[in-house]
């Protein structure tokens, strides 16, 4: 494994940031105690930048866990807007409407157990943000899926796009592995997008969907 960001960087980092929502550390916890993969701190900040910056009023997450990367959406999508969550574990929808309860986020959410792709086809609208956390085997059905879901200039941002550095690797590794992979070669070659991936914790990609007459950068 090729470590994305050196350990003592990453150590840096967590210390700058001591000072923690006591309704996130209560889920920072609970992800250590249940080895669950949450997005963390340093990437939940960037979300939250990402949304409130470009003026995101409607998110929908693919892979929601218990709701952590949403609080960060909830929180920056201000009271009028609304966040889409996606689970196939119910148990982590009533963890979410806990924790988000908890945060006075509620009125904010919506939660939909089931496959995030699946209840994707359902949904009416357009999205200013899809967030892409789900099982990394489905990460090629994303930019398909997504670019029906999103507005003209909306953001797709996917997690562990560098996969534990893995993707630098083998490529025939495993499933996940492949999955990660193909992910990132077709977002480096769509033209509806124009995509760059962050070396931060597990890689993060950020794609911007082009409007129907782009001027382009790359
Ligand atoms: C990495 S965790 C999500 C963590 C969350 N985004 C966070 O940072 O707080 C991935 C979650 O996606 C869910 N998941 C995986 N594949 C899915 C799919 N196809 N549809 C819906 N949920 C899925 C899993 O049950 C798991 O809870």
Same mark, same amino acid.
């Given at each position: 494994m090729i470590p994305v960001v050196d350990q003592r960087i990453e150590r840096y980092l967590a210390?700058?940031?001591?000072?923690?929502?006591p309704v996130l550390t209560e889920m920072e916890r609970l992800a250590e105690e249940l080895a669950f993969p949450?997005?963390?701190p340093q990437?939940?900040?960037?979300?939250?930048?990402l949304t409130r910056s470009s003026?995101?009023?409607?998110?929908?997450?693919?892979?929601?866990?218990f709701g952590y990367s949403a609080l960060f959406f909830a929180n920056a999508v201000g009271p009028s807007g609304r966040v889409v969550l996606t689970d196939t574990d119910r148990e982590n929808r009533s963890r979410a409407h806990r924790f988000l309860t908890k945060a006075r986020l509620e009125d904010r959410i919506q939660f939909r157990v089931g496959d995030a792709l699946e209840l994707a086809t359902s949904l009416r609208g357009r999205f200013d943000i899809v967030f892409?956390?789900?099982?990394?085997? @489905?990460? %090629?059905l994303v930019p398909d899926a997504a670019a029906k879901l999103l507005r003209p200039e909306g953001l797709l941002i996917t997690d562990n796009a560098l996969w534990g550095g893995c993707v630098a690797e083998d490529p025939n590794a495993d499933e996940a592995t492949r999955g990660v992979r193909r992910y990132n070669e077709l977002m480096a070659r769509d033209p509806r997008y124009?995509?760059?991936?962050?070396p931060l914790?597990?890689?993060?990609?950020?794609?911007?969907? @082009?409007? %129907?007459?782009?001027?382009?950068?790359?």
């Open positions: 210390e700058l940031h001591s000072e923690r929502d949450i997005v963390g990437v939940g900040a960037l979300l939250y930048i003026r995101a009023k409607r998110v929908l997450e693919l892979g929601s866990g892409n956390d789900i099982d990394k085997e @489905q990460y %090629p124009t995509t760059v991936i962050l914790r597990d890689g993060l990609s950020v794609s911007l969907l @082009q409007s %129907p007459n782009p001027k382009s950068v790359t």
